[in-house]
Nanobody, 119 residues
Framework: QVQLVESGGGLVQAGGSLTLSCVSS????????IKWYRQGPGEQRALVAA???????KYAQSVQDRFIIRRDDAKNTAYLYMNDLKPEDTAVYYC?????????????WGQGTQVTVSS
């Protein structure tokens, strides 16, 4: 059972930056994919960024060139570096860990961290 704890959220002005962290209770080297999702007010949870155990990354178009996802398996920590933040980035951000199995994948979620961007 993987437990994930996010931190780093807060209130920031538009154009500012924040770095979110996601710490895993288990060896992150055993986790295949790390993803960051967000859920804004009245919206569905949506994928923001993802990174595989090989370091391959992908981003939602809305955050491309502004956000960077990284993982440091030695520290059991994943990061989401968020730059040039916009009010529409306001949301609860969730860390998600995927462990690929033979038949099914196991999904684990953190509790979320609030990011609020003021205009």
């Amino acid at each position: 059972q993987v437990q994930l704890v996010e931190s780093g959220g807060g209130l920031v002005q538009a154009g500012g930056s924040l770095t979110l962290s996601c710490v895993s209770s288990e060896d992150m080297a055993d986790i295949d994919d790390i993803k960051w999702y967000r859920q804004g007010p009245g919206e569905q949870r949506a994928l923001v960024a993802a990174i595989t155990d090989q370091g391959t990354t992908k981003y939602a178009q809305s955050v491309q060139d502004r956000f960077i996802i990284r993982r440091d398996d030695a520290k059991n920590t994943a990061y989401l570096y968020m730059n040039d933040l916009k009010p529409e980035d306001t949301a609860v951000y969730y860390c998600n860990a995927v462990v690929v199995g033979l038949n099914t994948d196991d999904d684990y979620w953190g509790q979320g961290t609030q990011v609020t961007v003021s205009s």
